[in-house]
């Protein structure tokens, strides 16, 4: 940060501020910001979900296998940013994920894709010890026209090795439901000679050509032939496409750290059948090994699968929350410390041009346009950090910029803007750049909502800055603490520091902590910067911040068990016949 802006007294600024012909000048900037950004909101044509496989991976140590994970990324105006990663399938060359990719198929856009193979070792979850095992680029219209796109995985150089991955292509359409299971076994075949087995069960979907797809795979539990696997959920469309007779098939295995897996038994059945497990009931199978059944005439089986609870779970839309009455509450968090410049300076980040708006208005326009949509009242909390403010001058990281601290809300973005451009005289930039105060100050405003264990209020808050945070560790603690709330985050960079630590918050590289360890519950933090956006299409920055929200909005709620005040419409056609 710069010294402390002490010579900047904040009052008597000369130029255009406070004059009657600069307030003129000055009402053009929202129409101004607006125009060149262009807001408009693109409708999602559908959801896509992709499946991925890869063959003849190699690592570069030639003694051992890979631990391969897909970074799956997507280009928004030259930058690649990450969307999803799979899980880590240990010492394995011909990988099959359970994990799917879920993605908005814009019809009228170019989507480009690329897919990263890393070798993730057991001790790191994040990339920058991970080796790069190759990487695919193509578009998503590609994928969904060819419906399955095989290619080689490039290493760095663009050489081809002789490794391939393949993606799969299905339309989420239809039943949104997911649906709970959790499987238990016992009296397993033993397939060690000097422990127990170590049990892990698959489940495939038989397609109407009668391939089979990964629906999911358990855990390893070690060394136990009467394993109690985890409770996991799964959609309804991938588990059977919506058809409930549709042939479901479960093995088995015992797991081997060399990736060649001991097979136990296997048998069949249907999501029908998988039903007759809820409301406490069990239903379970007797799992087979087909060449012990042909050779053993005592055969019985090899063991006894059983599923302990079966539970749909009706999945809410964004859209069914906000018809429902759903309001986003969307407040404004803005950068006011001294390595901003002084704002009588052209130079100044926070310079008031006449007729240009400067990068921190068309961020505010850009995502506030788009917010305000959601919200009935329009009226939108404003507050400023890192700045000392009047009367007394003192430091302050949650002042409200229209200096009315027990009413900060501005009317519409419009408002926000006039008492940005009318506070920026009035204060003494100054430091640090610590936002964990005005991340705690929304977060208690969620933390109340929660208490009406309605689907009423979700609260996204947008952080303008133009530095690297000085409160690290506190922030991240609030954002821990904040992703157990009805809450999103977005922060925009603004300028050209160093924002590299800013994407920790992101959670891109593995899951963030608290300083004491405690991972975030949700992912509710996107961060951009806005040189990313300078000379992009209209409306890119709303759109690349703004993505997540219906996600995390369908996410918070979800996990809470709240339905949406009020049934939609849509609801009718997306209920699962009995």
Known sequence: MSTPAEEWPGTGTSGTFGTEQGMKKMSNIYESAANTLGIFNSPCLTKVELRVTCKGISDRDALSKPDPCVILKMQSHGQWFEVDRT?????????????????????????????????????????????????????????????????????????????????IAEELSGNDDYVELSFSARKLDDKDFFSKSDPFLE?????????????????????????????????VNSLCSGDQDRRLKCIVWDWDSNGKHDFIGEFSSTFKEMRGAMEGRQVQWECINPKYKAKKKNYKNSGIVILNQCKIHKMHSFLDYIMGGCQIQFTVAIDFTASNGDPRNSCSLHYIHPYQPNEYLKALVAVGEICQDYDSDKMF???????????????????????????????????????????????????????????????????????????????????????????????????????????????????????????????????????KGEPVLRDIVQFVPFRNFKHASPAALAKSVLAEVPNQVVDYYNGKGIKPKCVSEYESSRTLAP
């Open 87 to 167: 899980e880590v399938i240990r010492t394995c060359i011909n990988p099959v994920f359970s994990k799917l990719f879920t993605v908005d198929f814009y019809f009228e856009e170019v989507q480009r894709l690329r897919f990263e193979v890393h070798d993730i070792s057991s001790n790191h979850n994040g990339l920058k010890e991970a080796d790069f095992l190759g990487g695919m680029e193509c578009t998503l219209g590609q994928i969904v026209s060819q419906r399955k796109l095989s290619k080689s995985l490039l290493k760095h150089g663009n050489t081809a090795g002789k490794s391939s991955i393949t993606v």
């Open 203 to 235: 489940i495939f979907r038989v397609n109407d050509d009668a391939t089979q797809q990964l629906v999911h795979r358990t855990e390893v539990v070690m060394n136990n032939l009467n394993p109690a696997w985890k409770t996991f959920k799964v959609s």
């Open 381 to 515: 909390p404003a507050f400023g950090f890192g700045a000392r403010i009047p009367p007394e001058y003192k430091v302050s990281h949650d002042f409200a910029i229209n200096f009315n601290e027990d009413n900060p809300e501005c009317a519409g973005i419009q408002g926000v803007v006039e008492a940005y451009q009318s506070c920026l005289p009035k204060l003494q930039l100054y430091g640090p750049t610590n936002i964990a105060p005005i991340i705690q100050k929304v977060a208690k405003s969620a933390s109340e909502e929660t208490n009406t264990k309605e689907a009423s209020q979700y609260f996204i808050l947008l952080i303008l800055t133009d530095g690297v945070i000085t409160d690290m560790a506190d922030t991240r603690e609030a954002i821990v603490h904040a992703s157990h709330l009805p809450m999103s985050v977005i922060i925009v960079g603004v300028g050209n520091a160093d924002f590299s630590d800013m994407q920790m918050l992101d959670g891109d590289d593995g899951i963030l902590r608290s300083p």
